[in-house]
């Protein structure tokens, strides 16, 4: 088993789904500058596979987008060494960014100004998201 050094304070995002890490990564932490690692295809008995993220670092995540990739994620918050925090992901209702309207005269596509939010319609192994501007409804599949 690979060994990664725990962490002091920071963020443990964890029970991805293999192959969810990589698209949390770039989703959420292609830009930061705090130390970061990301495991791939750890044993899990639970999901059999899993990716687990580590940030050194506390700060608020987005809940929403995790829990528009995957369902099963937990995020736990560590300080001095201690698990202080275990939260767990829910299907968002409302969105800001994470996807992109299907509508291609949608305001959002033009405007930077303009950042694209949904409310959820419907979840049943699809997610339908309605656009707040133009009313077209995304579909982003689980
Ligand atoms: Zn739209």
Avoid: W
């Avoid at 750890?42 to 995540?61: M, Y």
């Amino acid at each position: 088993m690979l060994e990664v050094k725990g962490i002091e304070n920071g963020i443990v995002i964890d029970h991805m789904k293999a192959g969810n890490g990589l698209k949390i990564f770039n989703l959420l932490f292609s830009n930061i500058e705090h130390p970061v690692v990301l495991l791939m295809n750890v044993k899990s008995d639970q999901l059999g596979k899993k990716d687990i993220i580590k940030v050194e670092n506390t700060f608020d995540v987005d809940m929403n987008l995790l829990g528009l990739v995957d369902q099963n994620i937990t995020v736990n918050t560590i300080k001095d060494n201690m698990l202080v925090d275990k939260k767990k992901v829910e299907i968002p209702k409302t969105l800001t960014g994470g996807i992109k309207c299907q509508n291609p005269r949608c305001i959002t596509h033009s405007d930077d100004y303009a950042i694209p939010t949904f409310t959820l319609l419907k979840s049943n192994g699809k997610l339908e998201y309605e656009c707040n501007y133009c009313e077209e409804i995304t579909v982003y599949k689980l």
